[in-house]
């Protein structure tokens, strides 16, 4: 499995500092009882219900403790496992193993979590014509591993960063003088940076939304925190004309009620901040 160019100088640096930081001067329990020389097989065993995540990632970590390990993959990304499933089998150095054990269990067990909280996202709302996004609620440095998992759950990545699209938040909003502004400073700043990014305005009562249909300039309507009522409402005077958002403390339970409003887009900052991990063990046979 190869990813993009940017993904994989990610995941270099992200194992080499991942490494580094769980045995800064090596796994000293392994280098004092087991021969350098030990070889071992391991199977990554599967404890919980969930989607898998990572596999790729644990091969990556492995071959870079031995690059003369043997990994037998039983198990791609994104599949559906159960307990006792076998995702992969290692063979390698004991020593190295040991070494790289926790760092690739920790990264698996973080992002099948939040595939599998993605996937279960997803099945509520499948038959509606709406999009669950994820955030910038993510773990510092972990954004590309989290937002991938994110995709392979069957969610969406919003933006990456605050570079590639502007999103007018309330502190935005209250720092310009108000939403009008804001809005006309950002289409100014676009035209002179010869920038075309997408515009997303965050709006937290209907006088704020009609305040954004008279300047336009936008590509998407974030309603903040509206009552169902109100975002239906919301939605309906839009009509159209931008794309819209429902955002705010959407969860598992309210989903699809938000969904059925007609938003287009609905953004969860709990598919990161609030996975739980599955529960997943290396083991030497």
């Known amino acids: ?20 930081e769980d045995a800064p001067q090596g796994d000293k329990t392994s280098l004092a009882c087991i021969p350098t020389d030990a070889q071992c097989t391991a199977n990554l065993l599967v404890k919980d219900a969930g989607i898998l995540v990572g596999v790729e990632i644990a091969h990556r970590i492995l071959m870079h403790v031995d690059p003369k390990a043997v990994f037998t993959k039983f198990i791609e990304d ?50 509606l014509p709406v999009k669950i996004l994820d955030t910038r609620k993510t773990t510092p440095l972990l954004r590309f591993l989290e937002k991938y998992a994110v995709r392979t759950g069957g969610c969406h990545n919003y933006r990456e960063s605050l570079s590639d699209w502007f999103m007018i938040k309330d502190n935005h909003i209250k720092a310009c003088g108000g939403v009008r502004n804001a809005i006309l400073k950002v289409a100014d700043y676009q035209k002179e940076n010869g920038l075309t990014l997408g515009v997303t305005v965050e709006v937290k009562n209907l006088v704020e939304l009609h ?4 300047v336009g300039n936008v590509t998407r309507i974030m309603f903040d925190n509206f009552e169902l009522p109100l ?8 009509n159209n004309r931008f794309e819209t958002e429902a955002s705010g403390g959407v969860n598992i339970h309210s989903v699809r009620r938000v969904a059925l409003s007609g938003v287009d887009f609905i953004s969860v900052g709990a598919l990161t901040h609030s996975a739980t991990s599955l529960d997943l063990s290396l083991k030497i046979k």
Do not use: K, W, Y
């Open 78 to 127: 994104g599949t559906h496992v159960s307990f006792g499933d076998v995702a992969f089998q290692v063979s390698c150095n004991t020593q190295a193993l040991l070494r790289a054990e926790r760092v690739a269990l920790n990264v698996m067990q973080r992002l099948s979590g939040i595939a599998t909280l993605a996937h279960e996202f997803v099945f509520e709302i499948e038959d």
């Open 1 to 20: 499995m190869t990813f993009e160019p940017r993904f994989e100088q990610q995941l270099t640096s992200f194992i080499e500092q991942a490494l580094l």
């Open 231 to 238: 975002l239906a409402e919301a939605v309906a005077t839009v």
């Open 211 to 214: 305040q954004v249909l008279e």
